[in-house]
C-alpha cells in the first residue's frame, strides 16, 4: 500500500530550528512591550516553548496581564525574531531537504509554529510550491489547545489533500503522538538536536535523515514512478 500524501513537521525537520535563546528574548520583548520590564527568567523560559493554557493564565496572572493580548504580543515579537534569524542565515534548509522533492504524492506541512511564520520560512526558500497545504498556530490561546499531540491541524490537513492514509515526519514525541492519535504512520527523524532525545512511544519509523525517507515501503518517489 502507498501512503496518499506525505506530511512533515516544520522546525527541526525541514528548517533548523531557532536558538532556544532567540524565542527568549522575543517573550521578554513581549512582556517588555505591555509593561513588564523584568519579569523572572523562569516566567519568561516557560513561555518561550511548549506553553500551555493553564500555563499562559498562570504566568499572565502573576504580572496581572491579560492573557489574550499577551499571547499575541508573544507570538508577534517570536515570529518577528524568526524572521530575523532566517534572513541572518542562522536558520537553513537541511542539507537533505531535496529528498522532499522526490515523495511523489501530495505534501503538506503541519508545525506548531506560527502559521504566518512557516508561510514565511517558505517563502523565503522559494519552497512553499512544494507544499499543497501548510498549518501552524493563530495567534490565539485556542491554538494552544489544537497543537500536537492534539491532531486537529493534522485532520484539515488530511482534510485539504483528500486523504485518508498519510505518513507524518516529525522530530519529537509530540509529532509521534499527534500521528497515532490522528490514525497515521509516524517517523521520526533524529537530528543532531535529537541524538540524546528520549521517546516514550514508538514511531513507525526511526529515520536519521530525510534522505532515509524514500527506502521506504509506501511512500511514492519519483524514481520509483
Known amino acids: 500500500m502507498s501512503y496518499e500524501a506525505v506530511l512533515f513537521d516544520n522546525d527541526g525537520v525541514l528548517v533548523e530550528p531557532i536558538e532556544r535563546a532567540v524565542l527568549q528574548r522575543a517573550t521578554w520583548e513581549a512582556f517588555d512591550a505591555l509593561g513588564v520590564s523584568d519579569p523572572a527568567d523562569g516566567d519568561v523560559e516557560r513561555l518561550a516553548v511548549g506553553v500551555t493554557p493553564d500555563l499562559l493564565s498562570e504566568v499572565c496572572a502573576t504580572y496581572d496581564l491579560d492573557p489574550e493580548r499577551f499571547w499575541r504580543a508573544r507570538d508577534y515579537h517570536s515570529s518577528h525574531a524568526q ?25 503538506g506541512i503541519v508545525s506548531s509554529n506560527q502559521q504566518s511564520t512557516v508561510e514565511f520560512m517558505h517563502d523565503f526558500f522559494a519552497t512553499g510550491d512544494l507544499f499543497e497545504t501548510t498549518y501552524g498556530r493563530e495567534p490565539t ?10 491532531p486537529h491541524y493534522l485532520h484539515r490537513a488530511l482534510r485539504d489533500l483528500d486523504a485518508d492514509s498519510a505518513l507524518f515526519v516529525g522530530d519529537s514525541e509530540s509529532d509521534v503522538l499527534a500521528a497515532r492519535n490522528a490514525g497515521l504512520d509516524a517517523a521520526f527523524v533524529r537530528r543532531p538536536h535529537r541524538r540524546s532525545y528520549e521517546l516514550s512511544v514508538d514511531p513507525t519509523y526511526e529515520l536519521d535523515g530525510l534522505d532515509e525517507l524514500t527506502a521506504i515501503d509506501g511512500v511514492p518517489t519519483t524514481d520509483s514512478a
Open 83 to 107: 524572521r530575523a534569524e532566517l534572513r541572518a542565515g542562522r536558520a537553513v534548509l537541511y542539507d537533505d531537504f531535496d529528498t522532499v522533492r522526490t515523495v511523489d504524492a501530495p505534501r
Open 141 to 150: 490561546i485556542r491554538s494552544l489547545e489544537r497543537k500536537k499531540p492534539d
